[in-house]
Nanobody, 124 residues
Framework: VQLQASGGGLVQAGGSLRLSCAAS????????MAWFRQAPGKEREFVAA????????NYADSVKGRFAVSRDNAKNTVYLQMNSLKPEDTAVYYC??????????????????WGQGTQVTVSS
């Protein structure tokens, strides 16, 4: 199984980025997909999750109304659209997969597979 995250970069506060995570080696539509992030010196934290059908989503309070998670099962890809970015959004962003899981799972330990991470830096 491989999860390949991409799309990170440097952006000014108020700007936007779109992250992508391409999955291979798994039955993508059987997995809840999620995004986590980890800032230097901090624990990995939940950002967003989406169920298999692209119908239900869950977000951390800190990103609600600014970020949107979506998926394309035909392309085995999950996305994270990040708008109105703030300096405190600076972190390495990881995608994760949980087979037959729940979008309410915000504990990183329950996720089966992880991508390698992509750096997002928001300047003030």
């Amino acid at each position: 199984v491989q999860l390949q995250a991409s799309g990170g970069g440097l952006v000014q506060a108020g700007g936007s980025l779109r992250l992508s995570c391409a999955a291979s080696g798994l039955t993508f539509s059987s997995y809840v997909m999620a995004w986590f992030r980890q800032a230097p010196g901090k624990e990995r934290e939940f950002v967003a999750a989406i169920n298999w059908s692209d119908r239900y989503t869950n977000y951390a309070d800190s990103v609600k109304g600014r970020f949107a998670v979506s998926r394309d099962n035909a392309k085995n890809t999950v996305y994270l659209q990040m708008n109105s970015l703030k300096p405190e959004d600076t972190a390495v962003y990881y995608c994760a997969a949980d087979k037959f899981g729940s979008i309410t799972y915000s504990n990183a330990h329950v996720y089966d597979y992880w991508g390698q991470g992509t750096q997002v830096t928001v300047s003030s």
